[in-house]
């Protein structure tokens, strides 16, 4: 059974503007996320959390969505969130098993992203450990993503790295049959 976080999460039944809102962004008969149903504790933060309106397809594919997610809570150490989205999106995004390893592990730098992918993932490694990006890393995601496009992995990146910040600092207990741990 697995640990609860450092703030318990709300049970259900929940209150019918709550479920409402679990109901908007999970799939059909699928329970809430932990991380859903402990920012839910706080009305303030739950709202927030979802006004953020990143939690919607986007500008991007859902490969190119997904490679941002995965590096970014990667990067963050966040296996919560990382496990997560391997769990429900690698395979409709088509993610190999070494496309998902190195998403926790080589980044960029492995030989097997096309590159724009590579462009992508360097992206987001640079916001990561900067926060910026150079001229060239700039010009290198522009060559091959639009404006809508690059607003997306910014804003991306940085929501995914507030919600490890949420997780992780919450300890939130991996979801039953996801990832627990990063490959290697």
Not at 147 to 166: C, D, K, M, N, W
Request: a negative charge; glycine letters at 6%; hydrophobic letters at 45%.
């Amino acid at each position: 059974m697995p640990s609860l976080p450092r703030i318990a999460p709300l049970e259900p039944p929940y209150a019918v503007d709550v479920q409402a809102s679990f109901d908007a962004i999970m799939p059909p008969g699928t329970p809430p996320l932990m991380l859903f149903r402990t920012l839910a504790v706080s009305e303030r933060a739950w709202r927030k959390f979802r006004a953020g309106s990143l939690l919607d397809r986007g500008p991007l594919s859902l490969r190119q969505r997904e490679l941002v997610i995965d590096r970014t809570c990667a990067l963050a150490g966040c296996v919560y969130e990382w496990g997560v989205h391997i769990a429900i999106f690698s395979r409709a995004a088509d993610l190999t098993p070494d496309e998902v390893a190195a998403t926790a592990g080589a980044g960029s730098q492995a030989p097997i992203w096309t590159e724009a992918e590579g462009a992508l993932l360097a992206a987001v490694e640079a916001l990561h450990e900067r926060a910026t990006l150079s001229d060239a890393e700039f010009a290198r995601l522009r060559a091959h993503y639009d404006e809508p496009q690059i607003f997306e992995v910014l804003l991306l990146s940085g929501f995914y790295r507030t919600v490890a910040y949420v997780a992780n600092a919450l300890d939130l207990p991996p979801e039953p049959g996801v990832p627990a741990r990063f490959p290697g």
